[in-house]
């Protein structure tokens, strides 16, 4: 008995698992847009490539395909820091600006490094 051919469309190829695959990379879009830490202005892209490979009589193909997203990354962010040298052991420090809460209060002078708090772990 013959089989009537089903016509092939980007929602039917391979079960459905491309626009699964759309689908899944779409929602990082949004996630993304949605996303306080990226850029609201940056545009987004969503890339589906199909690749028919015919064989040498015309009858059949191999399809391949990929799917993939191109989103922004987190905006950069910035601090600014004080380097204070300890001449008793000869290391340096690296300390912020801007401490919430902060260790000294911005009107005193900067504590030495060795009048600072030991590292936490």
């Known amino acids: 008995m013959a089989q009537n051919p089903t016509e092939i469309t980007l929602a039917n190829l391979a079960g459905g698992a491309l626009m699964e695959c759309a689908t899944l990379e779409f929602r990082k879009i949004c996630a993304n847009i949605q996303d306080p830490n990226t850029s609201a202005e940056a545009k987004r892209k969503l890339t589906i490539v199909v690749l028919i490979e015919p064989d040498a ?28 040298f300890d001449p008793g052991s000869e290391s340096y420090g690296l300390f912020e600006v801007e401490r919430h809460p ?20």
């Open 57 to 84: 009589k015309r009858c059949s193909g191999r399809i391949t395909y990929e799917v993939k997203s191109s989103i922004p990354g987190p905006d950069a962010g910035k601090t600014e820091a004080y380097i204070a």
């Open 102 to 121: 902060p260790l000294f209060k911005p009107e005193e002078p900067l504590p030495n490094v060795s009048e600072l708090p030991a590292k936490r772990a």
